[in-house]
Nanobody, 122 residues
């Protein structure tokens, strides 16, 4: 089992910045893919960004491309999401997730965190 714990959520004004972190308790796959998802009230969960083990292959949803940056520190088993130029529509619960080393840009992940709330006021 892998436990994922997110932190860094909060409330900001539109145009502001939040930086999320996610720490994994273990590495079950050797070279796992990791991703950030979000779910807004009344909406389906959507994948925001994903990253491969080496950090060289990243994928972003079109709605956040150019504003959000995903990164990771494998030595510390930590995943990050820097969110700039935030908009009210970015308000959601943000969760991190882990899957095996192939096909990182997918919604299918095996382990999930509980999430952290990010709220953007207009």
């Amino acid at each position: 089992q892998v436990q994922l714990v997110e932190s860094g959520g909060g409330s900001v004004q539109a145009g502001g910045t939040l930086r999320l972190s996610c720490v994994a308790s273990a590495n079950p796959y050797g070279r796992p893919c990791m991703a950030w998802f979000r779910q807004a009230p009344g909406k389906e969960r959507e994948r925001v960004a994903s990253i491969d083990f080496g950090g060289g292959v990243v994928d972003y949803d079109a709605s956040v491309k150019g504003r959000f940056t995903i990164s990771r520190n494998n030595a510390e088993r930590t995943l990050y999401l820097r969110m700039n130029s935030l908009k009210p529509e970015d308000t959601a619960i943000y969760s991190c997730a882990v899957r095996g080393p192939s096909k990182c840009a997918t919604d299918l992940h095996n382990f999930w965190g509980q999430g952290t709330q990010g709220t953007v006021a207009s």
